[in-house]
């Protein structure tokens, strides 16, 4: 539209006959607009429907420019940022960052991530928050991820200067609080649960080729990834050890053929550790040997150079998460089954579980052993010793309160009641 402003005495004014100043303009349709060159020298504008807005974005650009922000950018939007952050993105792994891009994609890029970068406030984060919450219903561990994401993303932008404040800090603990969301912890296999799992994966001829695999991770704490990226050559039978010195993951590497596996070395340091094998393990795997010498099978996978994978399926190729936790929820429904129809009293059944629960039950009987701390730390890899030290007091805290059933005996004391 042509500037219907006129000039009154060699200045400029508007249809009011309001002086305005440089770069101040005022449209045929009313719009006030500012208009300025950045450090970029390309020319950027502002607009306002009054005069006086339109002067106190002037102030706010002015206040900005002083202070460094950054003005030459005004409508870069949330998922111009993510995408900047994940070209410098660097410390992790790529099946990580994959999975970062698709959360992002999946529940950030349609809505939320059309705002624009500066327009956006501590008011549209719990907005987005509680969408997810109250309408998509999504866990809070997904809510957690998408805020871990974004947090990240608007601390890069504070960092370039293109705003002041992240808007999503204390946004996801406000969340937690309104919405009182509790964290559920993993439940450990009971001994008597233990048992009968492992009682039915021997004698039951339909599943018993599921042992090795479920025994390895129950005796050794390992993650499943670490269990189906196992080698022959990373057991050494002699001394008895097991060696951890890389993990299998499954994921979509965004190069548009879908997913597939890939061999990673372990998250941290901590991760890198060698297991001393119980009798049992090493019994596992010795099944596992004869069972594949028996009905034929080899080791057709190849992953990144990997090969001779312990834990392969009827086709040669490594064993897929998911398979494993199929397999249980299979084994627990059978089981339960079997038991209910041996007897109709009271008895214990397996709980719904899955391939991580044995790990957490394989430390849960260190635990209760009274196995050192930090021997507990080094075995499960925990870089972090207050990850250990919280699953060791949630254990001791039940052991607790069943010694001091008993410890009434030990005084010598009779109850006056």
């Known amino acids: ?33 500012f208009r300025w060159s950045g450090k970029d020298g390309k020319r950027h504008y502002i607009y306002a429907g009054t005069l006086d807005d339109l002067r106190e974005k002037e102030k706010q650009l002015a206040v900005d420019e002083f202070e460094g922000i950054r003005t030459d950018k005004p409508n870069v939007t949330v998922n111009e940022i993510f995408d900047m952050w994940c070209e410098l993105k660097r410390g992790i792994k790529d099946n990580t960052l994959q999975n970062y891009k698709y959360m992002y994609n999946q529940f950030v890029r349609p809505n939320f991530g059309r705002l624009k970068l500066t327009k956006v406030k501590k008011s549209d984060v719990k907005r987005f928050y509680n969408t997810m919450a109250d309408e998509r219903i999504l866990k809070i561990s997904t809510i957690d991820t998408v805020h871990n994401i974004l947090h990240q993303v608007f601390d890069l932008a504070v960092s370039d200067n293109y705003i002041r404040v992240n808007p999503t800090d204390n946004m996801l603990k406000e969340l937690k609080q309104s919405h009182n969301f509790q964290v559920e912890k993993r439940k450990a296999l009971t001994i008597s649960e233990q048992q009968m799992f492992v009682n039915f994966l021997k004698t039951n001829s339909k599943y018993n080729h599921w042992y090795p695999v479920f025994a390895v991770m129950l005796g050794t704490g390992m993650r499943v990834g670490e269990v189906v990226g196992l080698r022959w050559c990373d057991v050494d039978f002699e001394d008895n050890l097991i060696s951890v010195n890389h993990t299998l993951v499954y994921y979509n590497h965004g190069n548009g053929k879908g997913c597939s596996f890939s061999v990673n070395t372990p998250k941290t340091k901590a991760g890198e550790r060698t297991i001393p094998m119980l009798d049992f393990v090493k019994e596992a795997f010795e099944l596992e040997r004869k069972y594949q010498e028996e009905a034929g099978l080899s080791c057709k996978a190849k992953i990144d150079g990997y090969t001779d994978f312990i834990f392969i399926n009827r086709f040669g190729d490594v064993q897929h998460q998911g398979t494993l936790n199929k397999a249980i929820r299979r084994i627990i429904r059978d089981c339960n089954d079997a038991a209910l129809l041996r007897s109709s009293e009271e008895q214990t059944l397996l709980p719904p579980f899955s391939c991580h629960s044995l790990r957490h039950t394989f430390t849960t009987r260190l635990c209760e052993k009274g196995v050192n701390v930090k021997v507990i730390q080094d075995v499960l890899g925990h870089s972090n010793f207050s990850t250990t030290m919280d699953i060791y007091t949630d254990v001791t805290k039940d052991l607790k309160k069943q010694e001091f059933v008993n410890l009434n005996n030990c005084f010598g004391f009779s109850s006056a009641i």
């Open 1 to 33: 539209m042509s500037n219907t402003t006129k000039k009154s005495n060699g200045k400029r004014v508007d249809k009011n006959r309001i002086v305005l100043r440089k770069g101040e303009f005022q449209r045929d349709d009313g719009i006030y607009r």
